[in-house]
């Protein structure tokens, strides 16, 4: 089975991309290489910190590897938190920090769009590859759901409904920007 290396410390996106590939590719984690570095974010867009990642890895452990940076972007906050969606209530925060942070900042707000994307970049015998995968939706005015990570309990995707959270993992990854992203990767391995 090929191998590839997934340039993520975040527990939970290895899993779901695991789950999305699944017996396709085995799909290594920074640990299983013996990753442990703190790799820089530095870029100010999606694409530069995915690509960033994937550098980095093949530059220093010589792997094949992809890596991904997602990004919420909400209409009435001028596209924030963007390429700080993980960090948007400051660096050291928790996802729950985050979560509260966008709902205050949309407190009264009647305009809710929003959208999710996921850019990969991809590092593959010699050559760079970047995919993305967006999803539309609005964010809810409260929590809703106890699956899924980060902003999924307030994250309505269009035409559903229900929150990231609420969905089961299939459901979610069917439509979801890194499942849509995740299958442009698997499309692209699979031709090499």
Same mark, same amino acid.
């Given at each position: 089975?090929?191998?590839?290396? $997934? ?17 396709? $590719?085995?799909? !290594? ?29 093949? &530059? ?5 590897? $992809? ?34 942070? !966008? ?42 759901? #106890? ?16 929150? $990231? #959270? ?14 849509? #992203? ?9 031709? &090499?």
């Amino acid at each position: 089975m090929k191998q590839i290396v $997934f340039a993520t410390n975040n527990a939970h996106k290895l899993s779901e991309v695991r789950r999305i590939v699944g017996d396709k $590719f085995d799909i !290594l984690s920074l640990a299983d290489i013996g990753c442990h570095d703190e790799i820089p974010e530095t870029a100010d867009t999606l694409e530069g910190n995915a690509l960033i990642k994937a550098r980095w890895v093949k &530059e220093h452990y010589g792997y094949d590897c $992809f890596a991904d940076d997602t990004g919420l972007m909400v209409d009435a906050l001028g596209g924030a938190p963007g390429v700080l969606t993980a960090r948007f209530a400051g660096e050291h925060c928790t996802p729950a920090d985050n979560v509260a942070l !966008l709902l205050r900042n949309l407190s009264g707000e009647t305009r809710r769009s929003a959208r999710f994307s996921t850019v990969i970049a991809l590092i593959l015998n010699g050559k760079e590859y970047v995919m993305t995968g967006t999803v539309e939706g609005e964010i809810s005015t409260e929590e809703r759901g #106890a699956d899924g990570f980060g902003y999924d309990p307030i994250f309505i995707p269009e035409d559903t409904g229900l929150t $990231f #959270a609420q969905m089961g993992a299939d459901a979610k990854n069917a439509i979801s920007h890194r499942g849509r #992203a995740t299958a442009a990767l698997i499309d692209l391995l699979a031709s &090499e």
